[in-house]
């Protein structure tokens, strides 16, 4: 964790305009503090050596107050300007990672981890607050002062300089050996966290079906754990920013110490005069008091760091970009010629040499165990996700081209495609969208424009549901809110399916779309799928079951490449596994 990252710099650009007030704002906190300890000795030595009255320092003391008052107008105006710049900082972030989320698709974190980048989104950037209006500013003060106290003393006293200037560089060594220690522990607070949010995301979401199994009050041990855990380590965090604070504050004592044994000794010898001995005594813990204020205000940031670290991580996250070639309207064939997509944080490919030619008016089954690649591909069909080696050919009205070349937007809006986990989002932002808006979401064409319901029918009839739909009261101008509009999990899978279906496409991209169906429902949705090969849409479905399976006209298996898994990957799956064995009393059912 830097002290400055440039990136904060690029990603927050308000940070450049408060670093410039900070600087300001530095240089007149340093002349402030060297005028301070000149009137305060000045007055000190006129009054006990001179035996100077009122009438003498008034005009001193008056000066000195209104240096005081000063300095604390100063502190306040800072202050603001600090906790602004870091509602600026935050909104510029907050818009940033969910820009960059959304146009990463479903194989970015937003997807992959959606608790854990909820809450660095919330919580995580919300830590800024200390690194803005404590550790940034503070920082720049002990640049500032530091060196214009050591160029004051200077010109008074060589030997209290060389003192100053060898003890002042030992407070930053230590606190950054404090910091390298402090910053796994961050880490491992930062990640217990995570796991407790993710956690917790899940068990709210799967409620329902926990309550249904009787399994509903024993997740309360596995959230009392990792509460646990989490607060242990946050206390671990505490413990160890105390035990800084105490050694910077003894390391800062002992250096002001040397200098005022330095001076005492030589102001009983008369190798210094008296007000020379106080005006360097003043000063000298004002050098130090600047790098101590920045050890202990270093600990408050070091969340915020950490979150601002994970943030940039999501930032500088590539999102694919495509060319500017369109094919002309047709029938679609796609190749798939030794495909292979790798992740950073992962030791095997997600995906590994997949080959395959899907023609128009056919289905193709991609099967194959968990981890094989099979929704990896579907994104990389989509271009949510580059290749790492292979390409992709597409092929329509007698042009073929690479998909690296397509214009993406273009592509996409030939393509139906069913999500892993379904999802109906709203027609209108800040709107509970009704039943007709969701579904023909996808099927829009101008802004505004409403999808006839003939239409939106006739892609209900294709997933099964439309009897359903027919059968409730208010029909399509259901309300689909955040519990899903009294519909089940089952219902809204297919509803999501039509919502696919409702606009017409060369090439479907189905994941499992039969999952969480019953054997009716099954059957409708597969009669589907045929119709949609039928019509001469080039048909991708990603199939478990064997009825989807018994459809294809070709399968592609794709099987996990090795058994490795990342650090990461391995801890997360204890956890899991952790939390399902308090859930059920034991290693089984």
Known sequence: MRPLDPRLLRYAQS????????????????????????????????????????AEVRDTVVALAAVFVARALLAWLAEGAAVRASARAKQQLREGVVEHVLALGPAGPGAQAPGETATLI??????????????????????????????????????STIIIAVTLPLIPVFMILIGLYT???????????????????????????????GRAKSQVDAIRAIGSRYRSTTMGVLRV????????????????????????????????????????????PEAYLPLRLVGQHFHAAAEGLGAAERVF????????????????????EIEVQDLRVEYPDRTRPALDRATVVARPGTVTAVVGGSGGGKSTLLNVLLGFVSPSEGRIVVRAGGEEADLASLDIAHWRDRIAWLPQRAHLPGADLGETPSLAQAVGLGARGAVGEAVPEERIWTALDAAGIGDEVRGRADGLAAALDADGGGFSVGQLRRLSLARALAQPADVVLLDEPTAALDPASE????????????????????????????VADQILRLEPAGPEHSPLEEEIAEEAATSVRRSVGGDGW
């Open 15 to 54: 940070t450049r305009a408060f670093l410039i007030v900070a600087v300001v704002v530095g240089a007149v906190t340093a002349v402030i503090v060297i005028v301070q300890a000149r009137l305060l000795s000045d007055a000190i030595v006129r009054v006990t050596s001179q035996g100077a009255g009122w």
């Open 122 to 159: 919330t919580r995580g950037i919300d830590a800024l607050d200390g690194y803005y209006a404590r550790y940034l500013p503070q920082l720049v003060l002990a640049v500032i002062v530091p060196i214009a106290v050591l160029l004051t003393v200077l010109g008074q006293d060589l030997l």
């Open 183 to 213: 910053r796994s522990r961050v880490d491992r607070q930062w990640h217990t966290l995570s796991v407790l949010s993710g956690h917790f995301l899940d068990l709210v979401s799967g409620l329902p079906t926990l309550k249904a199994f």
């Open 241 to 284: 920013s105390f035990l800084s604070s105490l050694a910077l504050e003894l390391l800062a004592t002992l250096s002001v110490a040397l200098v005022a044994v330095s001076v005492g000794l030589r102001l009983a010898e008369g190798q210094i005069e008296y007000p020379v001995a106080l005006y360097v005594l003043l000063l000298a």
């Open 313 to 332: 991580t999501i930032l500088e996250t590539p999102v694919p970009v495509g060319g500017q070639y369109t094919l002309p309207a047709g029938p679609v």
């Open 523 to 550: 059957n409708a949705v597969v009669s589907a799928v045929r119709e949609l090969a039928a019509r001469g849409a080039t048909v991708i479905v990603v199939a478990h079951r064997p009825a989807l399976i018994d």
